[in-house]
């Protein structure tokens, strides 16, 4: 019973399921429907449940049937209808397909115009495209074509202006397009080209610098040198700082120039614009002579293009080799003013354009670049000067280089370059012009003493009178009370050497100008040079002329009066000095001239002469001199040879009026003493081996004639026999032979009062022995004699006690 109960219990259960699944069925969709079936599938009661699936099919099909028997009339009706419509609509359809070919037939016309309208509607389209495209793409081509004609043009600044604009700008906005693209791929070539082509033109603007530096400068020099002599005009002082300060002004109106120009100028106009002027026009400034434009492009250029610093560099370093180019001097430099003068030119036209450029330019070149290039070009310049000057040896060129340095030192101190070096270098050429002066004028002393006939300068009326006494201070009131004509004491030298002394003082003074020396300076200058002249130059030339083998007494005594007459005007020329530096003699360290002791010593030289000629007159007097020293008698007057040279002593001594008292007092009293020595020598010199008593007389003759020569007082001035004293020896010692004296002289040797005080014994037995000798030979054969032995005997006697004496002496 349970089990039908569970049977019947199992089979409600399994006819409620399908029924759920029936259900589900008709309300799922057949796409759905799959996982239902597969679930009836899967069960055990698939018969039943198709048995309960044809249940409600059927079901279904009954109520269609009942819903078709309903519904079946209004069917009927619904197709006859239908049937009805069928024709009406087969004749609407004939009159549409009717109606179509005619609208077909009418439209074909409609149609092609429609198409024509399309095809234009399009065009129309693609051409208000196009235009708006080419409205994009113009400013780029019209840019990219004004970049091409910039760069031929060499407007390189604005070429690259243009190029930002047409990067940044215009590109942009039709990048898409393929010649766009090559434009971008372009533009790297397009910068690098610019640069290549403004660093060409920095390079023209260089190379074209250095070689018209040299005219730059010359403007430049020329415009210090108008400043300076207006400065001169304005004021009488010497200019201090005015040509520095009309060089800023023009400096400063430069700088507005350059401000007032653009880089980006149409077109550049040439580095130099310089005509030939006349003297009489206004010099133009030098910033005036040169377009700096390639420098101010490149340097905007390579600003722009971020490579400011590799333009600076490379402009420095290119700069510095042209000043090394412009501090080599040439090798001929020194032999010209020219070349100098072209140096000079060169350099300062480097430093105005670098300074044009510190100034007009933002740190291309700064002011520690300036003065780096600046030491290094002074010390060069300085270097180069000190050795070509040294080669100079005409002082006119030493004087006008000294001028050219003096200008080229004030043009750059104008631009506020340092320059007391060189004023310092020019104390240096000032020695070596003083050295150049000296050996000029040492020519010209010699020239004036060479073509002087070293004879008193007649003159014949006042005009010539008034015309030396105007060139040499001279003054003498008997000369002047002298009737015409008449002579000034000295020869023509002595006024030439005058004014050639003031003129080298003039010379000097030269030289100082412009050096901003002061007046002390300036008259030491003066005065050391002066005394360089006076104590060397003047001094040597006077000397080599007192030396001269051909000059006469005559001319030494001339000579000794010009000298004399130079060293009154040495005073004269101490106040010509004080007159031209205004510096009072008494003023401390003033230097003094030495020209009286270059005169004193000259005169001297020339007395020493005058004695050193008579002396070696008299000796060739005396080498005439022909004794016959075995001669037994002698002859009734004196030697011909003394009386000869006697006369000319006394007509000697007849020129030395002029001459100062002493001069010729010991003029006279040397010659007589050389005369006296010269007779000594000659009795005693050893070739004369025997003389006889009879010699002794001749010769004691013309002793005699010597000491009447002195008695009658050639020179005036000496006081009693004074003069006669130069013989005393020779005649003490003649009339101790003459006389044969000897028992007064041995008695009396060697007291103050001795008749024979300056017979020497040893004289006296060489004499001696030379009589003795003679005595001996002549008597060989009368020595048998009582009279020649008792002489011969006394000869020894004598010569025996002057041997003695002598012994005694020594002892």
């Known amino acids: 019973m349970e089990r039908g109960k569970m049977a019947e219990l199992e089979s409600l259960e399994t006819a409620a399921e399908h029924e759920r699944i029936l259900r589900e069925i008709e309300s799922t969709d057949t796409a759905c429907i799959g996982p239902t079936l597969r679930s009836v599938y899967d069960g055990e009661e698939h018969a039943r449940f198709m048995e309960k699936l044809e249940a409600r099919i059927r079901n279904h099909d009954r109520e269609i049937e009942k819903m ?40 074909k016309e409609l149609i092609i115009a429609m198409e024509e309208l399309k095809q234009c509607r399009l065009q129309q389209r693609n051409i208000s495209a196009t235009v708006d495209k080419l409205t994009l793409c113009l400013p780029v081509l019209e840019m990219y074509s004004k970049l091409r004609e910039q760069m031929k043009s060499k407007r390189h600044y604005p070429a690259l202006k243009t190029l930002e604009h047409l990067e940044h700008t215009y590109l942009p906005q039709v990048s898409h397009y393929r010649f766009c693209k090559i434009m971008v791929d372009n533009i790297p070539k397009l910068r690098e080209e610019i640069k290549e082509v403004s660093m060409s033109d920095l390079k023209d603007f260089l190379e074209s610098i250095r070689k018209h530096s040299d005219k730059i400068g010359e403007t430049a020099m020329k415009q210090a040198q108008q400043q300076r002599n207006l400065d001169n005009i304005v004021s009488q002082h010497p200019r201090i700082s005015g040509g520095k300060k009309s060089k800023k002004e023009v400096c400063a109106s430069s700088d507005l120039e350059v401000k ?52 600076e560099n490379y402009y420095r370093k290119q700069r510095r080799k042209q000043a090394r180019l412009v501090l080599q001097p040439p090798s001929n430099m020194h032999e010209t003013l020219d070349g100098y003068r072209k140096y000079f030119n060169q350099i300062v036209g480097f430093f105005v354009v670098e300074d044009h450029i510190l100034h007009t330019t933002q740190g291309l070149v700064n002011r520690a670049y300036i003065d780096e290039l600046w030491e290094m070009a002074l010390s060069k310049t300085i270097a180069a000067l000190r050795t070509h000057s040294s080669y100079c040896s005409d002082p006119s060129l030493v004087l006008d280089l000294k001028n050219l340095i003096v200008l080229f030192a004030d043009t750059l101190q104008g631009y506020g370059f340092p320059v007391n070096q060189l004023f310092d270098m020019l104390l240096e050429i000032r020695d070596q012009y003083s050295e150049t002066l000296l050996k000029k004028w040492s020519g010209v002393f010699r020239n004036i003493l060479d073509s002087d006939n070293y004879s008193p300068i007649p003159v014949i009326n006042e005009e010539i009178y008034k015309k030396i006494v105007g060139q040499f201070p001279f003054q003498d009131a008997e000369l002047e009370k002298q ?64 030396k001269r083998k051909n000059v006469g007494l005559t001319e030494l005594v001339q000579i000794i009066i010009n000298t004399t007459h130079l060293e009154k005007s040495c005073k004269f020329l101490e106040e010509f000095i004080t007159n031209i530096t205004n510096v009072l003699p008494e003023t401390v360290h003033t230097t003094k001239l030495y020209g009286t002791t270059t005169f004193k010593d000259a005169r001297h030289a020339a007395e020493e002469e005058i004695y050193t000629n ?160 003679t005595s001996r030979k002549n008597n060989v054969f009368a020595q048998f004699r009582k009279n020649e032995r008792d002489k011969q005997k006394l000869i020894d006697t004598v010569a025996k006690q002057l041997r003695s004496l002598i012994n005694s002496h020594h002892l």
């Open 68 to 107: 078709c028997n309903f519904h079946y009339q209004g069917f009927v009706d619904s197709i006859t209808e239908l049937l009805k419509v069928r024709g009406e609509a087969q004749k609407l359809k004939n009159q549409v397909t009717d109606t179509n070919r005619k609208l077909q037939n009418e439209g």
């Open 260 to 311: 007032n120009t653009s880089p980006m100028s149409e077109q550049d106009s040439g580095i130099l614009d310089v005509e030939d002027e006349d003297e009489d026009e206004e010099v133009p400034g030098a910033q005036d002579l040169v377009d700096f434009s390639p420098v101010y492009r490149c340097l905007h250029i390579y600003s722009v293009l971020g490579a400011r610093e590799t333009f």
């Open 483 to 546: 009737p015409f004509p008449k002579k000034f004491p000295f020869s023509e030298f002595v006024p030439k050497v005058y004014n050639q002394i003031k003129e080298f003082i003039y010379a000097c003074l030269k030289f100082s100008e412009d050096l901003h020396l002061s007046s002390t300076e300036v008259d030491d200058m003066i005065r050391k040079s002066t005394n360089l002249l006076l104590t060397r130059t003047l001094s040597n030339c006077l000397q080599n002329v007192i």
């Open 614 to 773: 008579l002396n070696q007159k008299i000796d060739q007097f005396l080498q005439l001199a022909d004794y016959d020293w075995m001669t037994m008698e002698p002859s009734s007057k004196a030697s011909e040879y003394l009386v000869d040279l006697i006369g000319f002593l006394r007509s000697t001594f007849a020129v030395f009026t002029h001459l100062p008292g002493k001069v010729a007092q010991t003029a006279c009293m040397s010659a007589c003493k050389h005369l006296s020595t010269s007779l000594m020598q000659l009795l005693l010199e050893a070739e004369v081996r025997q003389l006889t008593l009879g010699a002794l007389q001749q010769f004691n003759l013309d002793v005699e004639e010597c000491e009447q020569f002195a008695r009658s007082g050639p020179v005036p001035g000496f006081q009693g026999d004074t003069l006669q004293l130069a013989f005393i020896d020779l005649r003490q010692l003649l009339d101790l032979f003459i006389q044969w004296d000897w028992s007064t002289y041995l008695a009396d040797y060697g007291q103050p009062t001795c008749k024979y005080l300056r017979v020497n014994p040893t004289t006296a037995l060489v004499l001696l022995e030379k009589m003795r000798d």
